[in-house]
């Protein structure tokens, strides 16, 4: 359902393939909110939310190191963006999920709304100034 396309690529590689690899957590995130089978996704959620933390903090550390090779002079705007990024992950309250099986879907809708729009716009409007 989430693949990169044409229009989200940099032209820089390593940074085209890490971004590859948040579409594919965003498809996992489509999975998931589509996963009639699971009754309680709390397990998933949380897996996902890690591996979503855990993943930009590498990738925004790339980044922000080529940003600096490259002497860019908008590093500091654009790790604001990073940093905001990663607080709101940290934001979504895990342990309520468990109580809330109603609003289970309800975060995942909130998690891959939030993740492609981010997407979407920071490689668009940001990352792309980077070449």
Known sequence: MYEIKPEFLTGIEFIDK???RLFELADETYEIL???LSQDKTPEIVRLVSELIDYTRVHFSHEE????SIQYPFIEQHAK???QFEDSLLAIDMDALENDLEGQNETVEGILEFLINWLINHIQKVDKALV
Request: aromatic share 8%; proline share 0%.
């Open 81 to 83: 963006q990073h940093r």
């Open 34 to 36: 589509h996963d009639d």
């Open 18 to 20: 890490e971004h590859t």
């Open 65 to 68: 190191e080529y940003q600096k």
